[in-house]
Nanobody, 124 residues
Framework: VQLQASGGGLVQAGGSLRLPCEAS????????MAWYRQARGKQRELVAR???????YYLETVQDRFTITRDSAKSTVYLHMNSLKPEDTAVYYC???????????????????WGQGTLVTVSS
């Protein structure tokens, strides 16, 4: 399963960006789609997660500013980022967790894939 992320760029503080990420390939189903980020010199952190079943998750520092949405028909996840701050500067990675095809119509083994990352730079 391959992920294609895009939408990063340079934006001024207070601005907005939308990051799309599309999953392609052959798979049975998706359990969750998520966005992580990694700032220079820091560990990768989970920003937002959209499970097929269950509650969405948002990192506390992005709540009320970022929104994660999914287009299940297109196997695409979007991260809508508003009121961006310089501390949001990072490489953003999409992640998909799901199941490959099994026998017949049943799910097979689990997979977890990462996109290539897209750089978001917020200037003050």
């Amino acid at each position: 399963v391959q992920l294609q992320a895009s939408g990063g760029g340079l934006v001024q503080a207070g601005g907005s960006l939308r990051l799309p990420c599309e999953a392609s390939g052959s798979f049975h189903s998706i359990s969750a789609m998520a966005w992580y980020r990694q700032a220079r010199g820091k560990q990768r952190e989970l920003v937002a997660r959209y499970p097929t079943v269950g509650d969405m998750y948002y990192l506390e520092t992005v709540q009320d500013r970022f929104t994660i949405t999914r287009d299940s028909a297109k196997s695409t996840v979007y991260l809508h980022m508003n009121s961006l701050k310089p501390e949001d500067t990072a490489v953003y990675y999409c992640n998909v967790d799901g199941f490959l095809h099994g026998k017949g119509w049943s799910p097979g083994s689990r997979f977890n894939s990462w996109g290539q990352g897209t750089l978001v730079t917020v200037s003050s």
